[in-house]
Structure formats: C-alpha cells, structure tokens
C-alpha cells in the first residue's frame, strides 16, 4: 500500500510565508520592536509561541510576546487577501489520491485561515483530512500535528511534505521520511540537513516526478 502523504500547507501549497514574515515584521514594530526580515523568514514554519523568543530573545517575548503574538494575528489579517495558490498544488494532490495515497493537510493554521485556504485550493473532496490549530497544543517543530494527520489518514506509513526546515525536522521528530519542496525559500541543503530525503524545486516538479521517488 502506498505511503500516506501527509501536505503542509503554508509555503508548501499555498503562497503565505512572506507574508507571514512582513505581519511579523509589523507586528514586532507596532510593539516598537525592530527585528530584520531575514531572520524573522529563517523561522517561519515555526509554532507562533516560539517564534518571539527565537528571534528576538527570551527577555522581548516575557515583557511584549502576547502583545506581539496578537498584533501578527491583524496584521496577517490584512495581508492574506494577497495570498495565491502555489502553482501545481490541485496537481499534486490529485496525483498522489491517483497514486492510491491517503492525502491529509497538516497544519497548525488557525481555523478561519485553514478555511481561507481550503476554499483556495478546492480540493477538500479529495483529502482523506486536515489539521488546524484546534487539533494540537504544539506546532512545529514539535511531531503532534503529523501525528494527528496520520491518524486521520487511517494510521499506518506515511511521508511528510513541506518547504521548511520546521517541516523536516517535525518529521523526523515523528519517525517518518520528507519531501523538502523550495517554494518557501529555503535551500535544498537546508532542507536535506533538517532531514528531507529528497528535495524537488516545486510540488508541480514532484508531481511530474512522482514515480522517481520510493518513499510514496
């Protein structure tokens, strides 16, 4: 039986982690915080709890975190209009429910934007599940949201697809393989050395290469 395949979303079918990076971005300077883009990029992918401390020290996120954690949530808001698909998303899932793989979304997404983003992708009559921020206390790097995706797949094997390194490394915390895509911007070295088996330049490539992986 294949492999069930278990999608991250942002970054991975959905075109989202600048945009994370700039509400993130303002929501630090609203709270007169001032922290470079680049960085706040090289954590996107990460759960919101630990991204403040991560990027701008322990002492910011105990007097401004929540504060900081709230403005990202509005300034998100107005920016998520902006958000396209990633070009070969609806293709990606189609070939692998093709392939006779159980197909689940894992998130950690809020629920407002996970609906945002399934209306989007219009392919919910093909998915087997999905997670949102309702379904785990801790996101990634932590393994619980794949875990809960492959419950809902059915249990049983399953690979992770995602763009992060916060995606390799959740897989590999849960015991199982992943498919690093660049479309979040991070290089396929990264990627490899956060623990991805098989890197591919987009999930429209993966879909045309499907049969040259084994891990599905």
């Known amino acids: 039986m ?5 999608l991250d979303i942002d970054g991975t079918l959905v075109d989202t982690n600048y945009q994370h990076a700039l509400g993130w971005f303002r929501a630090f300077r609203k709270n007169d915080v001032t922290v470079p883009l680049w960085r706040i990029h090289r954590h996107i992918g990460i759960a919101g709890d630990l991204l403040v401390e991560a990027v701008a020290g322990k002492d910011i996120d105990s007097a401004k975190g929540d504060a900081i954690r709230d403005a990202e949530g509005r300034a998100y808001s107005e ?16 070939t692998l429910k093709r392939a006779g793989c159980p197909v ?25 599940g999905w997670t949102s921020s309702a379904d785990v206390d801790m996101a990634k ?3 619980e949201v794949i875990e809960v995706a492959i419950e809902k797949a059915g249990g049983g094997e399953a690979v992770m697809i995602g763009d992060s390194t ?36 987009s999930v429209l490539e993966l879909s045309s290469r499907l049969e040259e992986t084994d891990l599905l």
């Open 79 to 94: 920016l998520v209009g902006e958000v396209t698909m990633i070009e070969g998303a609806r293709e990606l899932v189609r």
């Open 166 to 201: 916060w995606d390799c490394e959740a897989a590999k915390r849960a015991g199982v393989p992943s498919i690093g895509v660049l479309t979040g911007g991070f290089s396929a070295s990264e990627l490899k050395d956060a623990g991805a088996a098989q890197v591919f330049e």
């Open 141 to 143: 790097p932590e393994p």
């Open 104 to 128: 689940v979304l894992a998130s950690s997404a809020k629920e407002e934007e996970l609906e945002h983003y399934l209306k989007m992708l219009d392919v919910s009559d093909l998915l087997d």
């Open 2 to 6: 294949p492999r069930a395949a278990i």
